[in-house]
């Protein structure tokens, strides 16, 4: 079997992380090769590091264990992929990219966002407040800004007195953005599972066959005639719209 992009990811890797990153002592090493106080990283240091059956890793990377999405994260995350090399990993084995956690801000956003004369702050996707400048924490003379804006919003009493259009404007675009949030969610934790092309089986001498596509059964839901795979899909909410014009209600 040839040796697939995300298994080349994970040795390359693993190489280079050491037994210390990985919160592996050097003395717990054995006799004999690599010593004591080697610091490689084997694969069985994986599944040790992972808390995992015994011989998990070996068989990914030969290709006799597919991972499930949240296996492969964990994976990714103790090896350190980076996020680019993560995406690639996870479209080649389930043909989604992946929910990550937001990365780490750059240590020049603060002096972007705090050398603004009006207001302004940034936040990740899910709402959670990265940087605001003294202009946007005017706002909120009471406890400062809130940590999570999108919270805020949505059920502070004060963020309908604050937000101009609240009702018009701020609450129609947050449920889209938890909408967007929970599908992004489920669809992380799911994953896309990839079709399996195989060769068709002929019905079996006794009968079993008949009684396996019995079970196929339609939906009560779906029209008389149709087949599960004609049905239409759940279509998402419709994310494209632009964003409304929104402001703050400064307070005197």
Known sequence: MPEREYQRLMERYRRRRTRRELGLEPWSLPFGRGGRASERVRQVDVDTALQGCAGTYQKIRAGRLRPSPDLYLRLAQLLGFSHEDTAIGHLELFRTEPVLPPAVPSPHLGRLIGGQREIACAITPDGRRVVANAAFA??????????????????????????????QAWAPRLLTEVKLMCHRAQTGQRGSEPPVRGRRRRPAADGRGDRQRARRRVPATAPPGARQRDRAPAHLPDHRREHPDTHFRTRR
């Open 138 to 167: 005017a706002l909120f003379p009471e406890g400062g800004p809130p940590a999570n804006l999108w919270r805020w919003a949505l059920f502070s009493p004060d963020a309908e007195e604050l937000l101009l259009y609240w009702a």
